[in-house]
Structure formats: structure tokens, C-alpha cells
């Protein structure tokens, strides 16, 4: 049934304990190839920012805000910023690769950089999953409101069938247990 199953990663500690053993079942179950996907987003910033004078008779463009400095960063940082996330990031998909791989599933990981959402969906939709195991940190109230949740623009942005987790329930399971 499930030949390709995707599972995005953010990274932190809680959800990799409560989505990975869903994953290792469903893995050796289905005989199914495991993708462990983490999206990078860009920190921000971009090279060739021009400053606005402080005055006309200003030969030199100075920044007026924190933002304009990150905005205009020497695009060699920018460069190693990304690079260093994009290190962190493989450094935080390698455990769980190599714990599900000595487990006898079929998995390997892969790390891009974009929005988080979008570019879990247009993975999952180019490559042809069957499936897309992510877990849910239920943010509520403003915070999602205002800034979204990747699971939900997920849940709502794709075809591909979503099975989503709440590590913070799974946590209260395995405590009773």
C-alpha cells in the first residue's frame, strides 16, 4: 500500500521520539522507502542592499535600522550561514537515518533549502509519495493565527495522504505505559 512514505523533520528532539517509531513500523511493515526530508528556510537577508543617505549631501548610504544591516550583509556571510544551517541540518537527520537503517529499513535523507511547507509539498507531489508522516507541536491562539503551522498548510496544500502526530500526547502515552 505505502511504497514511498516522506517524513519532514524540523529537528527537535520530541517529535523524532514520537514520529520515528511510527515510521520504523510502517517501514518494515510495508517493505516501504523512507525519506527523512528537513527544510532549511534562508536566513534572511540579501547581498547588494543599497542604503538610503541619511542626507542629500551625504556621500554615503547609511543603514537606519537593525533590519537594513541584515538585510545588506556581504553575500560571503550569507553564503556561510547557509552553508552552516545546511550542516546542522544533514548533522540532525543523520541519527534517525542511521537508527532506522540498523533497524533493516530502507531510508535515506535529504535536506533543502525553501519555506518549509511549500517545499514539503512540492517534494511529496514531485517524487511520488504515498505518504507524509509529520507530527503536529499544537500551537493554538495567535501564534498560530498569525504565523500558521506547517502540518496544517500541509494538511491543506496536498493530495498525498498526511498521517500527523502529536508528540506531546505520544509523551503522556509513554509515561503510563
Request: hydrophobic share 40%; proline share 8%.
Amino acid at each position: 500500500m505505502f511504497k514511498k512514505i516522506l517524513v519532514p523533520c524540523d529537528g527537535s528532539d520530541l517529535a523524532g521520539q514520537a514520529v520515528f517509531p511510527y515510521v520504523e513500523d510502517l517501514g518494515k511493515e510495508a517493505g516501504a522507502q523512507i525519506v527523512i526530508l528537513r527544510v532549511v528556510q534562508p536566513p534572511p537577508g540579501r547581498s547588494g542592499t543599497h542604503f538610503r543617505a541619511g542626507a542629500p549631501e551625504m556621500p554615503i548610504s547609511l543603514p537606519e535600522t537593525p533590519e537594513d544591516v541584515s538585510i545588506g550583509r556581504h553575500p560571503i556571510y550569507r553564503g556561510q550561514e547557509i552553508a552552516s544551517a545546511e550542516a546542522a541540518a544533514r548533522s540532525s537527520v543523520a541519527k534517525p537515518e542511521h537508527m532506522l537503517r540498523e533497524r533493516g529499513v530502507h531510508v535515506q535523507s535529504k535536506v533543502i533549502l525553501g519555506e518549509p511547507a511549500e517545499e514539503i509539498i512540492e517534494y511529496a507531489e514531485q517524487e511520488n509519495f504515498d505518504l507524509i508522516v509529520m507530527c503536529s507541536h499544537g500551537s493554538s491562539g495567535i501564534r498560530r493565527w498569525v504565523f500558521g503551522s506547517v502540518t496544517e498548510k500541509v494538511l491543506r496544500g496536498t493530495a498525498v495522504p498526511v498521517l500527523v502526530i502529536h508528540p506531546e500526547e505520544w509523551a503522556q502515552k509513554r509515561k503510563h505505559e
